[in-house]
């Protein structure tokens, strides 16, 4: 075997180990959310009851309630499975800055706002399936046009508020605030005629 | 080779050899078992490691860059580019969606050069238009570090401001006049800028926005 061919030869294995890196560098990037994202949100769904808000302790060094949350803020949260019902959120809380956010059971953002976002002071909102919005539809509660009504494929998924404290007196009131937050089951009124 | 008829211009061909390159040749068994087997071993560990470094150094991606400030805005919704979506997952992180802001992290300074909790910045300048923001200290994979002052952040309302609104604050062990952002003890250090209520996540121009310069003051 002469010299170049021995190259050429070479050069044909390094290219195929470089696309079967690929291909492994693919699968590999693709495949961490799937596996490692249920250890994060077993942590999480650990917290407390579905559908009532559970004040996380407040970030600090060492102690951090979840990654990367913000030390300037409270933060509450609140578990729920739709199948269980829709879900009817509202908050009212006494800081310059707040916001919620709706995530899915994978962690993925659905939907969010912020204390500025709905004008008055106070943030509502409304989370269910398809088929429970044709039923709600047929007999509508009296304040649908003041919710936000958010139509979702998910089963389940969880809602974060974030309030910012100014200084540490305010503390006690942001995460009474907080924990004063709704997170219910939006009753079914019974069908008027029948 | 002998042949049963004289040379001439019909029977040349017999005496044409084939081109070394077409012929075929083969390496032994074993030869081609032990090629194919390094091949996989080289691709498989290539990958796992490209993989690995693309999601620890998460510089690599970053989908918006304003001086030595990156973002993921899209992480944690299901438009997220694969790497900060795994990035997020493998760190159980929960995003800052677009309705509440945007976090921009840095870990070097304006030079270029890696930070260090144990030297002193400087981090001044101006930020994009927001209704708060708040500046954190942390190690390079964003866990908060113990400080002697018990505060690792401080946020754009208690912030002392120079009269064009630009800010000056001071990042160090040791305490500081003015505003002083106190950094922990660890390893590495980057610093977390995060927008609350920023136009920029509902769709305003990158273009001409400034963002805070990081200036190393003192090393000891």
Known sequence: MSGRRLLV???LYGLASLFLAGIVHIFVVLTVPGHVRAEAFARLARIGSDRQFHVLPAVAPGAEPLPMLDPEMGHALCWFRLADGPVSLSAAVNSPFWSMALFNGAGEVVYSLNNR???????????????????LRANPPENLDELIVIETDQTEG???????IADRPSTEVISSGLKAARCDTLKP???ASS | MKSAFPLGPETDWQKTSTPDILRPTRMSRLARALALVGTIAVAVAAGLWSAHLALTSEDLFKPIRIGVWGAHPLAGTPEADPYSAAIYARTGRIPLANGEGVAFVASTDSSGELLSPACNYRIAGQTPTARLWTLTSADRDGRLMPTPAGRVSLSSLGLLRASDGSFEVSASRAPRPGNWLPLGTGESLSFILRLYDAPITTGATLIGLAMPEITKVSCP
């Open chain 1, 117 to 135: 976002t709905s004008g008055s002071g106070e943030l509502a909102m409304l989370v269910l399936t398809t088929p429970q919005l044709s039923i």
């Open chain 1, 189 to 191: 009124d019974m069908p």
């Open chain 1, 158 to 164: 969880f809602v974060l508020l974030r309030a910012f």
């Open chain 1, 9 to 11: 030869r070479l050069a």
